[in-house]
């Protein structure tokens, strides 16, 4: 399995913009299907955006399409996202997770995790 490391989370106002990093510890980073999951208090974990390990296809959650890009660097190991526009349904714990040669990188077994980082959204 590969170790996941977020970083890059902060309180910051409505509008305002953040980046969080994932550094991964596998050898073969360009192998994993990468997405970035959040969860608010008292909701359950939901994705956010997906990048697939082939072609570079991405997907988004309808409330993040516009102001959320994924990005992967396959030489640095990284997993980025960039949120910009931010709102206070933003706030949440931001997780990346690796999926192995997924077939679909939107519902497959991401079973790699990072402890996840906080992004706290004010209005």
């Known amino acids: 399995q590969v170790q996941l490391v977020e970083s890059g989370g902060g309180l910051v106002q409505a509008g305002a913009s953040l980046r969080l990093s994932c550094a991964a510890s596998?050898?073969?980073?360009?192998?994993?299907?990468m997405g970035w999951f959040r969860q608010a208090p008292g909701k359950e974990r939901e994705i956010v955006t997906a990048?697939?390990?082939?072609?570079?296809?991405?997907y988004y959650a309808d409330s993040v399409k516009g102001r959320f890009t994924i990005s992967r660097d396959n030489a640095k190991k990284t997993l980025y996202l960039q949120m910009n526009s931010l709102k206070p349904e933003d706030t949440a714990v931001y997780y990346c997770?690796?999926?192995?040669?997924?077939?679909?990188?939107?519902?497959?077994?991401?079973?790699?995790w990072g402890q996840g980082t906080q992004v706290t959204v004010s209005s």
């Open positions: 997770a690796a999926c192995l040669f997924c077939r679909d990188y939107i519902r497959g077994s991401y079973t790699s």
């Open positions: 596998a050898g073969a980073f360009s192998n994993y299907a």
């Open positions: 990048i697939s390990w082939v072609g570079g296809a991405t």
